[in-house]
């Protein structure tokens, strides 16, 4: 059991908008930077979002991202087919390791 | 371009060792802390240990402390996982990925422990 919280799955119809919650506490989430990765089936995970919102070069603005004490949140717009992935929010902890949340599918309906 | 190559996976019985390498390429790999991420076979991802780029400050997850042993050498470009005591537990792909923010990865090797 991670201690990120995240639903196991979402689900939204082709061009709407689906958010994926994450939720932490003070000792990660609330005093540290959040990133969100994107993994397609059999494929390795790819950085969407750092520092909360931050979208790395290449990753379009349909990508979202933001934090609110101890929980992010990743937004997706416009949905396409092969947004179809699983997506996890990741975070320092003070105990000084690197937590991943336990991962949610997305289903494009 | 940036690629980090994993590898070095394989099967070994419980108990065992392997070292798994991480060549990079296409940037400066003495800058830049690393990380080994693991996925178990239909898991979810798990952090397995970190290095600053000039190995000042190594962490480890709970799970493979005092058992695996992070390291670099930046004149060779490569990152090293030296994982002893293995156990079932410890089936997983490897990936190695660069820096904090993890923004690349390889492809990850295969580490099967069974007898």
């Known amino acids: 059991q991670s201690v990120l919280t995240q639903p196991p799955s979402v689900s939204a119809a082709p061009g709407q908008k689906v958010t994926i919650s994450c939720s932490g506490s003070s000792s990660n989430i609330g005093n540290n930077y959040v990133s969100w990765y994107q993994q397609l089936p059999g494929t390795a995970p790819k950085l969407l979002i750092y520092d909360n919102n931050k979208r790395p070069s290449g990753i379009p603005d349909r990508f979202s991202g933001s934090k609110s004490g101890t929980s992010a949140t990743l937004g997706i717009t416009g949905l396409q087919t092969g947004d179809e992935a699983d997506y996890y929010c990741g975070t320092w902890d003070s105990s000084l390791s690197v937590l991943f949340g336990g991962g949610t599918k997305l289903t494009v309906l | 371009e940036v690629q980090l190559v994993e590898s070095g996976g394989g099967l070994v019985k419980p108990g065992g060792s392997l070292r798994l390498s991480c060549a990079a390429s296409?940037?400066?790999?003495?800058?830049?802390?690393m990380n080994w991420v693991r996925q178990a076979p239909g898991k979810g991802l798990e952090w397995v240990s970190s290095i600053s780029s000039s190995s000042s400050y190594i962490y480890y997850a709970d799970s493979v402390k005092g058992r695996f042993t992070i390291s670099r050498d930046n004149a060779k470009n490569s990152l090293y996982l030296q994982m002893n005591s293995l156990r079932a537990e410890d089936t997983a792909v490897y990936y190695c990925?660069?820096?904090?923010?993890?923004?690349?990865w390889g492809q990850g090797t295969l580490v099967t422990v069974s007898s």
């Open positions: 296409g940037f400066t790999f003495s800058s830049y802390s």
């Open positions: 990925a660069r820096n904090v923010e993890m923004i690349y």
